[in-house]
């Protein structure tokens, strides 16, 4: 076999529901890798799906790569971890906020996070930071400390929202599926992963806007080349840098 992966248990949602990512270590390093989050020998890359639970789309690309790798993880000298449903309860609805009806992306403890409600489709929580999900994904970031993060969402605008430094790593992605690199989605979004992991932390991450309403089998045509591809780019650059 030439996977080596653990399933991290980060806690459960408000409705009991496990939150639960799939941690695969390095080609040759399963030996390695530990029971619970901790710090690895190697870097780790994050993907995320289902942060708003109607958006099935990110799901899908993200269950069928935990599937895909739980087979054969070949990269070398990078361990990926992959978090297919950040949202259960909102995802077994669907709806996009969590069971506590709060927009998991607009209630990160930013320094622009508000309380103040501007649409109740977004709506951020009275305190940031205060969901189980959310608090499971800060915890993961602070303690993996991820090279670059990717969160696979959809929407009528497609696009590869680039947070922190990731301009290189979202062209390439642009131009295996066409969308546009954005760096402003077009409306604030105070408490979201973007502001939170990239702009506030330096980690290059990207939102992938997949178009809202593909079926599953385009999305996985179109969208598991970009997930390989961002192995493929962040494994030359790890490499490069070790040898700098
Ligand atoms: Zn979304």
């Known amino acids: 076999m030439s996977s080596g ?34 710090p690895a020998s190697w870097p780790w890359l994050l993907f995320l799906g289902g942060v708003h639970g109607d958006e099935l789309e990110g799901v899908w690309l993200m269950e069928e790569i935990e599937h895909a790798w739980s087979k054969s993880y070949l990269a070398a000298g990078l361990g990926a971890l992959v978090w297919s449903s950040v949202n259960p309860d909102g995802i077994s609805r669907p709806q996009r906020a969590n069971a506590r009806g709060i927009d998991l992306n607009r209630n990160l403890p930013t320094r622009d996070w508000t309380a103040e ?26 303690v993996c400390k991820p090279m670059a993060i990717l969160s696979a969402h959809s929407f009528s605008k497609v696009q590869v ?74 494994r030359l650059l790890e490499k490069r840098n070790l040898r700098l």
């Open 5 to 38: 992966y653990r399933d991290w248990i980060l806690g459960s949602s408000t409705e009991g529901r496990e939150l639960r990512v799939r941690a695969f270590a390095p080609q040759g390093r399963a030996a390695e890798i530990l029971h619970v989050p901790g």
């Open 117 to 142: 409600v501007k649409n109740p489709r977004y709506f951020p929580g009275t305190q940031a930071g205060s969901e189980p999900e959310n608090q499971a994904l800060t915890r993961i970031i602070d």
């Open 161 to 234: 929202n680039i947070n922190g430094p990731s301009r290189e790593w979202g062209e390439r992605l642009s131009a295996l599926c066409g969308y546009p690199v954005t760096e402003d989605i077009g409306y604030p979004t105070p408490g979201c992963l973007g502001t939170y992991a990239g702009a506030e932390r330096g980690i290059p991450t990207i939102t992938l806007e997949i178009e809202r309403g593909l079926p599953k089998e385009r999305v996985l045509e179109m969208h598991l080349p970009l997930i390989q591809a961002s192995l493929d780019y962040w």
